[in-house]
Nanobody, 119 residues
Framework: QVQLVESGGGKVQAGDSLRLSCAASGSLLNNYVMAWFRQAPGKEREFLAARFVGASSTAYADSVKGRFTISRDNVRNMAYLQMNSLKPEDTAVYYC????????????WGQGTQVTVSS
């Protein structure tokens, strides 16, 4: 099972950009679907974006489509979430997740990184 560690969170102003990183260890990411989720206080965990095996296919939640971009670097065993035009409602703990190709559940999760967007 792959281990994941996120970094890059912080406090920003509305309209700013941040890039979150997800470092993987214990297994190569080549055969994993990589995704980002977030959870705001009092809310359920929300899917944001996924990048599938082969790197070319992606999926985004409507709430972030056009503002966030997921990418992966299988050589460096990393995944990223570029977040532009941040809004106060983007404030949450952001999680990186992975699942083996062809499986349904994400079973590897990072510890999360806090993103706070002020108006």
């Amino acid at each position: 099972q792959v281990q994941l560690v996120e970094s890059g969170g912080g406090k920003v102003q509305a309209g700013d950009s941040l890039r979150l990183s997800c470092a993987a260890s214990g297994s190569l990411l080549n055969n994993y679907v990589m995704a980002w989720f977030r959870q705001a206080p009092g809310k359920e965990r929300e899917f944001l974006a996924a990048r599938f095996v082969g790197a070319s296919s992606t999926a985004y939640a409507d709430s972030v489509k056009g503002r966030f971009t997921i990418s992966r670097d299988n050589v460096r065993n990393m995944a990223y979430l570029q977040m532009n035009s941040l809004k106060p409602e983007d404030t949450a703990v952001y999680y990186c997740a992975a699942k083996w190709r062809g499986t349904s559940d994400y079973n590897s999760w990072g510890q999360g990184t806090q993103v706070t967007v002020s108006s």
